[in-house]
């Protein structure tokens, strides 16, 4: 079971980033598949969440508007498409997917450094 997630880097102020979040040895459709960062120095924080319901999505405050969350069944993939993004987004981005299948599951990545910056 492995989650990785690629795409982060460093951007200007207003830029835009896509990460995506690959996982093998379980299916991203059975999970709820989550995004969380955690700046440097503060509390690891909620971001975006996909739910196994329908595809209901839910985002942060902070995020809402600028942040889109997606799923590739396919490609058992799920994708945080950021927009707009401002110097309070840096911070290192994780993904999760949590189910109970037969008992709790959770699995996380080694995370991704996203910064903004001019």
């Known amino acids: 079971v492995q989650v990785v997630e690629s795409g982060g880097g460093l951007v200007q102020p207003g830029g835009s980033l896509r990460l995506s979040c690959a996982a093998s040895?379980?299916?991203?459709?059975?999970?709820?598949m989550s995004w969380h960062r955690q700046p440097l120095g503060k509390e690891r924080e909620l971001v975006a969440v996909?739910?196994?319901?329908?595809?209901?999505?839910d985002y942060a405050d902070s995020v809402k508007g600028r942040f889109t969350i997606s799923r590739d069944n396919a490609k058992n993939t799920v994708y945080l498409q950021m927009n707009n993004l401002k110097p309070e987004d840096t911070a290192v981005y994780s993904c999760?997917?949590?189910?109970?299948?037969?008992?709790?599951?959770?699995?996380w990545g080694q995370g991704t450094q996203v910064t903004v910056s001019s």
């Open positions: 040895g379980f299916s991203v459709r059975d999970y709820v």
């Open positions: 996909f739910s196994t319901s329908g595809g209901a999505t």
């Open positions: 999760n997917a949590k189910a109970y299948i037969r008992e709790w599951r959770d699995y």
